[in-house]
């Protein structure tokens, strides 16, 4: 089992450092891009009569907005920066292209629907086979609130509760070790940098 965990994290990692490269080709394409915009700023006045050269510069710009946030998207590992960009996306669309009026409502109701996504289905944990993992920075009420078992407030995070069980029973934080506290078994899924960043409330016949 802890060989499991160990290669599945390493691979994580490498995918990681991955795509942070990608993003980093990615950043120096928009900052070339950029520069090609400014010089686009120019033209401008050049086709003050053109109202679709202004258009062919708008959409650029949302197009590079879009890029900048797809890198924020990668940074941050979040579903919530994924709803982010897929709103700018279809909002670029709306501004840029000329949609007919059904193109425009099936927009306006993508964006509505991402909306409620956001507001009401949206989850910061994820159900395996095995249990419920989620983030290591996960307030110690909503994790009450998750498992159904009551847990200790001193530490604010489930991640600050198994660094303080780590502590009181003499261990080393490593990945694939099971804490246990009233009944709950917690797993170290992550860490990266000495700092727990994913964990995983187990079932109790694991």
């Known amino acids: 089992m802890l060989l499991k965990f160990i290669f599945r994290n390493h691979l994580l990692r490498w ?7 990608l993003s980093l080709l990615l950043l120096f394409g928009v900052l070339i891009s950029a520069i090609g915009l400014v010089t686009n700023v120019y033209g401008l006045t050049q086709n003050l009569n053109d109202p679709s050269y202004f258009q062919r510069f708008l959409g650029a710009t949302m197009a590079l907005i879009i890029a900048l946030e797809l890198i924020k998207m990668i940074a941050r590992d979040t579903a919530g920066s994924t709803i ?12 840029v292209s000329e949609e007919n009026a059904l193109g425009f409502l099936i927009g306006v ?23 419920i993992v989620v983030s290591a920075a996960m307030p110690i009420g909503e994790a009450e609130k998750l498992i159904k078992r009551s847990l200790p ?21 490593n990945e694939g070790e099971v ?6 078994k917690i797993r ?19």
């Open 109 to 131: 109701v993508a964006i509505g629907l991402l909306f409620l996504i956001r507001k009401y289905l949206f989850v910061s944990e994820f159900n395996t086979h095995s249990g």
């Open 188 to 206: 170290i899924n992550r860490i990266e940098h000495g700092i727990i960043q994913v964990l995983e409330f187990v079932d109790s016949h694991e």
């Open 84 to 95: 982010e960009v897929l709103l700018i996306a279809i909002a670029r669309k709306l501004i």
């Open 179 to 184: 804490y246990a506290y009233n009944g709950v």
């Open 15 to 21: 995918a990681g450092y991955m795509e942070i490269f």
């Open 153 to 173: 407030h001193q530490p604010h995070t489930v991640g600050g509760l198994v660094a303080q069980l780590a502590e009181a029973e003499g261990r080393k934080l």
